[in-house]
């Protein structure tokens, strides 16, 4: 039911009190009907518009969203709770995971699942309107990926979405190949004080008034950012809208966490920001601090776009996407040529160590009394002589600029720990170690 029925409901209690106010005093009877009328506002839940009706074209988008209709999604009980999400079934494919913002739902990734669905796998899922906290949202999400048979994965997230997706590099850092932050905020205060007065009104409010402030802001603020694009007007309004779902969606949105992305574990994962310069939703206060708080992330900026790009600018949207996730990611080059160096030193595969490091490679070390310098073959053949170790290797730290780079790791031993330094230079293509300086701890 619509505001405007809220009206037809006024004129019969209307009758009501004329006809009974001859038996009773007007008070009474002004207290009764507002009684009466507060029960049933309370009663009357927000119907969803259908899109096809609204939206009355037929078009690129509308016959993409038909197409991705007929698939049906799937279910999943996590503690009780049914999950609904959609998959496109095919884990053999690098996996993407898309999660939707505070009004949203499954479905309102379908260009992007239109445009990906042939080169991925795609996943994407409704936040059912009990999950109020980020941990429930992660334990949703791993049921997921476990029961669609997805280890590793990009997530791209907006507004709420993206949050979310911060909250996994800092639980699964491991498992995420790129993420993607679009028209979202870091970990903050400032969305529960400027919400505070609302969130402490909105539970006491019946449905169709948070209804009504909502479509009043679809039509005086976020509308208007994304130049009153049709095609998101009317889906925006065919989504479908609880009040338990807001407010519990509040809760995760304020849900506050703390993460240090200088943290090689989160350092390591490729990042991209997506923001637009006429954000509604995000205070330019808060679109400054996520990209202070990821240094090393790509950052892109839609032009008068709104809140909601991957909706009415999603040619651009989806182009943008897959440039970040299809390039070559320089970390994971030189990443590999660390892992050959731990493999090739546990396992005294002096052929593996050869491919690393250059020839001409320094390597030094200082007992506190004099530097001491060794050449790359008398390195080999002591490792060579020592023959396999049982050694637990980490990279602790990695930066790059241009072709060159440094890498911090860590060689553990049963009774010993050394730290390296290790210098790499880029030449034809491929990286190698040209110096290692080393230190027992």
Sequence with gaps: MHISDISTIYCVYTNLLINTMKKTSK?????????????ILYQIPIQKDNFFELYGKENYASKSLSNFYKKEPKTIVVDNIKWTYF???????????????????????????????????????????????????????????????????????????????????????????????????PPNDLLLKQNKTKSKVIPYLPEIVI????????KNKLLPAAHNDTLLSCFLRSLPFSKKSFINRFYVVIDYFTINPSNYKYKRVPKLILESNNDPLIPPK????????????????FNNEGHFPYINAADEYNKVIKDFITDNDVKSAIESVIDDYFKGRKNANITLLEKVFSKDAILMYSDNKEFHFITVNDYLDKVKNDGKKDIHTKIIDLDQKGNMAYVKTLFQYKNKTYIDYLTLLKNNNKWKIVSKTFTEI
């Design 27 to 39: 008070f009474k009877i002004a207290i009764l009907v507002l009684i009466i009328l507060t029960i």
């Design 87 to 185: 998959a496109t079934d095919d884990s053999q494919k690098k996996t993407i995971l898309f999660l939707h913002g505070m009004g949203g739902a499954y479905d309102l990734w379908w260009q992007q699942v239109d445009f990906f669905n042939k080169n991925y796998n795609i996943i994407t899922y409704t936040l059912p309107a009990e999950i109020d906290n980020l941990d429930d949202v992660v334990t949703g999400i791993k049921a997921i990926l476990k029961k669609e048979n997805v280890n590793k994965f990009t997530a791209v997230g907006t507004s709420m979405g993206g949050y979310i997706t911060q909250y996994l590099l800092k639980k699964m850092p491991e498992r995420l190949d790129k993420v993607v932050f679009g028209n979202t905020f």
């Design 211 to 218: 209804g009504y402030f909502r479509e009043k802001s679809l």
């Design 286 to 301: 808060l679109r400054q601090e996520i990209k202070e708080l990821y240094p090393d992330a790509k950052v892109y900026t």
